[in-house]
């Protein structure tokens, strides 16, 4: 029976041309280039060899390899990386990440089928092993894909404290991450108004060199960083004396309006599998929403102690956050609701009472509403005195009954201009949807919705 070559490579084109030759060689072949499931596909197919390559989109030869060699059973596949890098490092990485061969895509090809044929013959994978393979039912569920994502986006989503100190946010960030994707350690830095920050280090079951510390503190452009070990398991089952025995290593600085506001660090030893690399892309945008968040909030506000982060913002700040609110949203599928609340014709008011009460009232508003809105929602007053508010984590039941809330309280007698008047309150909202090409086209259609709002005999029209 013909042995089985499993190749794994990005290019079509090159893995047809290395099948187009082993099968000459007599091998039969199977190809991917999916490498968030070639996992799965190793159970599928049982091969007895892996010509894995390097350099490829999503994910990397080298942590491919160490995810393959951690797995009880794929482990006993002989893998051969295939590449066209060719440096010492590169050879150093490939057998560091478990491979059993290395060979260069500049060497002839019969190079090739040579130490591919030696790696089959010196380390047969056995019936048993194949059987355990074939009889194992697929390691990843694609479903379980999707609803995992739908619930770090849930969850993420209930994290309310990004302007509470850096420390509490911290560790509701590493808390739910640490429930989705399997990192052996993690670091989580806000940096402050003076360019300086705490670095919050979760290092688990790790003993951590402080060489260690010392190196990632090297990585980040912070002044003077000082290393707070926040989450730790009390019992120390592995050491780390260098960075460099972290075989996965995800390292992102978060930015916002061209300034430097965070970072996010992910180190791995070799405990990671297809399903907790998936959500790598969404844990990052997660991360960066709430950092960008914790700045519009908290940075952006005067240096005096007394600054009310609440404060209303200016219609070229809460633009620039509904721009980037609504693109996020829209790429995690994340709710997203956009309201303007109005008060009763101003001008009727001013005439009738005054521009000292008119004042009176539209501080006494503004004051309600920031304090009534969550810390994922913003607030605008425009020239037209509508308030516009953007509630960032607010589906359409829960942002109906935040507008019926706030507009029941706007209209209490408290603020009336008599005992016996009540104002006049109209509410439209409308959740963000994929037909919104950007933020203006959103603001346009929410205008459409507070003239219909403004016709209706309710109070609050959401769409």
């Not at 099948?19 to 996992?39: H, M, N, P, R, W």
């Not at 590169?90 to 089928?113: C, I, M, P, Q």
């Not at 425009?382 to 507009?407: C, P, W």
Request: some cysteine; aromatic content about 10%; hydrophobic content about 40%.
């Amino acid at each position: 029976m013909a042995k089985k070559v499993l190749i794994i490579d990005d290019s079509t084109d090159e893995a047809n041309a290395i099948a187009e030759i082993f099968e000459k060689s007599g091998y039969s072949t199977v190809q991917t280039s999916d490498t968030f499931g070639a996992l799965e596909f190793v159970y599928k197919e049982a091969p007895d060899l892996i010509i894995l390559d390097i350099l490829m989109p999503d994910l990397g030869g080298y942590e491919l390899c160490r995810m393959i060699k951690a797995d009880e059973t794929a482990k006993n596949i002989p893998v051969v990386m295939y590449s066209k890098l060719d440096k010492n490092i590169d050879r150093f990485w490939a057998f560091r990440s478990g491979a059993n061969a290395f060979v260069n895509k500049g060497e002839l090809t019969s190079e090739l089928v040579k130490v591919c044929g030696e790696a089959v013959e010196n380390l047969p994978v056995s019936l048993e092993i194949k059987g355990k393979l074939l009889s194992t039912k697929t390691k990843v569920n694609a479903r379980a894909d999707i609803s995992s994502k739908d619930a770090l986006v849930k969850d993420f989503g209930l994290i309310k404290e990004v302007d509470a100190d850096a420390d509490v946010l911290a560790l509701k960030i590493l808390g739910t991450i640490s429930r989705y994707f399997k990192y052996d350690c993690a670091m989580v830095s806000f940096k402050d108004a003076n360019n300086g920050s705490t670095l919050f280090f979760d290092t688990g079951s790790l003993l951590m060199d402080e060489k260690v510390f010392d190196e990632i503190k090297q990585t980040v452009a912070i002044k003077d960083p000082i290393a707070d070990v926040i989450m730790q398991k009390e019992e120390k089952t592995q050491s780390v004396v260098d960075l460099s025995d972290f075989f996965v290593k995800y390292e992102y600085e978060i930015s916002a309006e061209s300034n430097l506001i965070g970072y996010l660090y992910l180190y791995a030893i070799n405990n990671l599998n297809s399903r907790q690399l998936k959500l790598i892309g969404t844990i990052k945008d997660l991360v960066e929403h709430l950092m960008r968040l914790r700045y519009f909030k908290v940075s952006k506000k005067d240096n005096k102690s007394s600054a009310n982060p609440r404060k209303l913002y200016t219609q070229l700040d809460f633009d620039r956050i509904l721009s980037y609110e609504c693109e996020w949203h829209k790429r995690n599928s994340a709710p997203l609701c956009l309201a303007f609340v109005e008060v009763e014709a101003i001008e009727n008011i001013e005439s009738t009472y005054g521009n000292q009460y008119t004042d009176l009232l539209l501080a006494k508003i503004s004051n309600f509403l920031s304090s009534c809105l969550s810390d994922g929602d913003f607030i605008y007053r425009n020239d037209e005195n509508i308030f516009v508010i953007l509630m960032t984590n607010s589906d359409y039941q829960g942002a109906h009954r935040k507008l019926e809330y706030l507009v029941e309280k706007i209209k209490d007698k408290s603020i009336s201009p008599g005992e016996d008047e009540r104002i006049s309150v109209k509410a439209a909202a409308l959740v963000l949807d994929e037909k919104y090409k950007n933020h203006y086209e959103y603001v346009d259609a929410l205008y459409d919705v507070l003239e219909l709002a403004r016709h209706s005999k309710e109070d609050i029209v959401l769409k």
